[in-house]
């Protein structure tokens, strides 16, 4: 079956500096990824998703990158501030696409 | 626009108890899906409804069950509580239930003693 998972647990950086969150995954026929944002206390919130056909995708201060090749995908947040603290997570949308299948988070921490 | 609206914000049972949690899902959008997050883990899908019919489950005993409403909104019943129950229940909503965004709502926080 599916398995999505990050490769850190925690990742601190400097306000101002850029961030990566990375994960892997290991079904390839998954063609759908999204990265979430939880706060404490909150529910995720969708950041961006990606789709197998696409290599990138850019939002706001936020950039997916997709390598098929090598199962992998990563975030990365532009000029991090302090409100981007919070665990992010990936996840995949399984093959009968309708369950998303996340993985256990990377916790990031911006200090000033 | 409201977006995912679930209730209770927080419930306290005992074990073997029985509990009902309630989904609305986002104005426009016709699927509801419910996960389970452990303290630190990721959520894990529960089961999706489409249409008032489970269209499908994840790995969770029958003590887990749901219903969907002809106005889309949602509830998550758990019967014979266990301790291992305890968890924040979210719920999400999409268009369809097809690979499209799903958004979640707050989550209700269920502690089992």
């Known amino acids: 079956g599916e398995s999505v998972g990050l490769h850190l647990p925690t990742l601190s950086v400097q306000e101002g500096d850029n961030s990566i969150i990375n994960c892997a995954y290991s079904?390839?026929?998954?063609?759908?990824f999204i990265w979430y944002k939880q706060e404490s206390g909150k529910g995720p919130q969708f950041i961006i998703d990606i789709r197998s056909n696409m290599d990138k995708r850019q939002g706001q201060r936020v950039t997916v990158l997709l390598n098929k090749t090598v199962k992998h995908l990563s975030l990365q947040i532009a000029a991090t501030q302090p409100g981007d603290s919070a665990v992010y997570f990936c996840a995949g949308l399984s093959n009968s696409g309708y369950a998303l299948n996340f993985g256990k988070g990377t916790s990031l921490l911006v200090t000033p | 626009d409201a977006g995912v609206t679930q209730s209770p914000t927080h419930l306290i049972k005992t074990r073997g108890q029985q509990v009902t949690l309630r989904c609305s899902p986002k104005s426009g959008h016709d699927t509801v899906s419910w996960y389970q997050q452990a303290l630190g883990q990721g959520p894990q899908f529960i089961f999706q409804y489409y249409e008032e019919e489970e269209r499908q489950r994840g790995n969770f005993p029958d003590r887990f069950s749901g219903h969907q409403f002809p106005n889309y909104s949602s509830e998550l019943n758990v019967n014979a509580l266990l301790l291992g129950d305890s968890a924040l229940y979210l719920c999400?909503?999409?268009?369809?239930?097809?690979?499209?965004?799903?958004?979640f709502g707050p989550g209700t926080r269920l502690t089992v003693l």
């Open positions: 079904n390839s026929a998954s063609d759908y």
């Open positions: 999400a909503s999409s268009l369809y239930g097809g690979p499209n965004e799903q958004f």
